[in-house]
C-alpha cells in the first residue's frame, strides 16, 4: 500500500481557486470545500495569523495524517481552511467525523 499524499496535493493557484467555488461546509474552526468528481485532491490552508511555522505545519500534519487514514470515506476533492489555532490531532479528527461521507 502506497502511502504518499504527493500525487494528490493540490499545489497550484488556479486549483485552489477552483475547489474555493466549490462546496463549503463550515465545521467548527474549519471551513471543508468538497467536490465529488474528479480524482483524489487535498489540500490544507492554515492562515500565518495562527501562529509560527513550526505550529502551522504542525496543524497541517494533523490534518494530512487525518486524511490518509480516513480516505477511503471522503469526497474525491477536499481542501480544507483552518480559521483558528488547534490543540491536538482529536480536534481534527472530531471535525473529519462530523464531515457528509460518500
Known sequence: MNYSLKREMI???????GMLRSKRTVIEDFVFYTK???PLRFAVLVKKKLGKAYIRNKIK?????????RKESLPHQLMILVRKRINSIKEVEHAFDKISFR
Open 36 to 38: 465529488d468528481e474528479g
Open 61 to 69: 500534519r494533523w490534518c494530512r495524517e487525518t486524511y490518509r487514514v
Open 11 to 17: 499545489l497550484r493557484g488556479k486549483e485552489i481557486k
